[in-house]
């Protein structure tokens, strides 16, 4: 993650991460991301832009970037179990993983996502595009101080995190659309919990 062209909150990434790790947590546990989805009418493209916006996230937030990531045999995200019902995907990274930390910022990210998109594409000059990101910024930091779970981290911290979602937005700004209708019409609920190993 050192690669982002952004300054990395790594303290902020630690004390997000924290929150979800009880105390006395066995060193030998992993975090599971549930992303349960609705299993009728699902659209590909969607479902495709979705599951490739989570996958991205987590290449970029990888030690060697996003290029490295796409371009590497190993160290891709997978789904640890699908399961049936509605569908829930499974994803597990040890709680002391280096990777660990990126399924809490999947978690945020999804949680976060715009209510709709405004191009950063189509904004018609660098003022604009900066405007577009300071009101999402802004939108994410009142969401995130609104929350229970991760009010406790503080302003500065929550600042941090909004600026490393809004620059994660701004790269997918692409796809980003049929993402957050995906979510819109297609997520039934996104959670993270601690696990350990059977």
Do not use: C
């Amino acid at each position: 993650m050192k690669n982002l062209p952004i300054t990395t909150p790594d303290v902020a990434l630690t004390e997000l991460k924290n929150i979800f790790i009880p105390e006395n947590t066995p060193k030998d546990s992993f975090f599971e991301l549930s992303i349960r989805i609705t299993d009728q009418d699902l659209t590909i493209r969607d479902l495709s832009a979705f599951l490739d916006f989570i996958d991205r996230i987590y290449g970029r937030l990888s030690e060697k970037g996003l290029r490295s990531y796409a371009n590497s045999e190993h160290g891709h995200l997978r789904i640890s179990e699908l399961r049936k019902g509605s569908w829930e995907l499974l994803l597990e990274e040890a709680i002391t993983s280096g990777y660990s930390h990126a399924l809490v910022i999947i978690l945020i990210a999804v949680k976060y996502l715009p209510p709709a998109v405004e191009s950063f594409a189509n904004a018609y000059s660098q003022i604009e595009q900066g405007r577009l990101a300071s009101a999402n910024r802004r939108r994410i930091t009142k969401e995130m101080k609104q929350d229970n779970q991760l009010a406790v981290l503080g302003q500065a911290r929550i600042n941090q995190l909004s600026m490393l979602l809004e620059y994660l937005y701004q790269k997918e700004d692409e796809k980003l659309y049929r993402t957050i209708r995906f979510v819109k019409t297609r997520l039934i609920d996104i959670n993270i919990r601690v696990k350990r190993k059977n």
